[in-house]
């Protein structure tokens, strides 16, 4: 019998649901299916001042105790990690998890696919993630993001609101529902059909090509282009803050970089990228995001 861990930690409980979703058509008995939990629990909703709190955490990938974790078995064939992006990094149970020496024993040796519940922006959260399991010993054979589809404004407006209110609600009745659509968290089950007809035909390496192949996997030159520039900044806020033995001002400050950045600087820049320099850089944006598209970790 074939082993199979499904592993992740979810707030609002979407991801869990996107679980549930793609492990629909795995054999039961050989899924262990396990939910991770923060010794100490986020607040949910949070307030403005919990929210950006874990900021500097999350992006110096500062771990954080967790309850003790009961696995079924010693090895596994596949693992399942599903996760979700705080601040352009994993979140903090994840990279938690990802430091667990219970969990890096069992990422050694072993086929490793992510499944992603994010707004839209993963390609630097992935990057860590892919880092550590080649660290394990562990191989990432396949990454399935899934992201709410709305325009990057709005969908920043609309996962505030259900972040500061609990509620996958639309905004003031008009804005769209937050979060990943409902068809997109139902169609999961095929992406996991996908996975499971591989793995049960042992054909793990073809898995990633398939879903690129079947648009299972989609980045956009915006998000491209916010990502390669946002983190490195969010870094020196983080490194900055993680220094002051009183960091509220700090935080508000970056609570407020933050907002004027995807609100006002990001729109202007990314019209001068489409307009100007995308054109002249088609082919180097295509080879960026074949690299995302794709598992493999970038040599340093
Ligand atoms: C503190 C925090 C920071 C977040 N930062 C990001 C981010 O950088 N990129 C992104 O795509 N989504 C981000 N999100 C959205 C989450 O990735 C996720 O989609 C949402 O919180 C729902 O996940 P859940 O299943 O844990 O409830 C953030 C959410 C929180 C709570």
Redesign the pocket.
């Given at each position: 019998m074939k082993k199979i861990l499904v592993i992740h930690?979810?707030?609002?409980?979407?991801?869990?649901e996107?679980l549930h979703n793609f492990t629909r058509s795995f054999q039961t008995d050989d899924v262990d299916f396990v939910e991770i939990k923060p010794s100490r629990a986020?607040t949910?909703p949070?307030t403005s001042a919990s929210?950006y709190k874990?900021?500097p955490s999350?992006v110096l990938e500062i771990e954080t105790a967790l309850e003790p974790i009961q696995f079924k078995y010693d090895s596994y064939d596949l693992i399942v990690l599903g996760y979700?992006?705080?601040?352009?990094?994993p979140?903090i149970p994840t990279t938690s998890l990802l430091k667990h020496e219970s969990f890096l024993k069992l990422i050694n040796h072993t086929p490793v696919v992510t499944v992603?519940?994010?707004?839209?922006?993963?390609l630097n959260?992935q990057e860590s993630v892919k880092k550590r399991i080649q660290d394990a010993g562990g191989k990432l054979i396949g990454n399935v993001p899934l992201?709410?589809k709305n325009p990057n404004l709005i969908s920043a407006i609309t996962?505030l609101h259900?972040?500061s209110t609990g509620k996958k609600t639309k905004k003031w009745g008009v804005f769209p529902f937050p979060?990943?659509s409902d068809q997109d968290i139902k169609n999961s089950t095929i992406w996991g059909d996908l996975l499971y007809r591989h793995f049960s035909t042992e054909q793990l390496s073809t898995f990633q090509d398939k879903l690129i192949e079947q648009k299972g996997i989609v980045i956009s030159d915006s998000i491209l282009f916010i990502e390669e520039r946002a983190k490195k900044i969010f870094k020196i806020w983080a490194k900055g803050i993680v220094k002051k033995s009183n960091p509220t001002n700090w935080l508000i400050a970056f609570r407020f970089y933050l907002l004027f950045a995807l609100f006002c600087v990001a729109p202007i820049l990314l019209i001068i990228n489409t307009l100007i320099i995308a054109p002249l850089t088609r082919n180097v944006i295509k080879r960026k995001k074949s690299y995302f598209y794709h598992t493999e970790l970038k040599k340093s």
């Open positions: 930690y979810s707030q609002s409980g979407q991801l869990t996107i986020y949910f949070w929210f874990e900021m999350s979700q992006p705080w601040f352009l990094s979140s992603i519940g994010a707004r839209n922006m993963w959260a992201i709410d996962i259900w972040m979060g990943i």
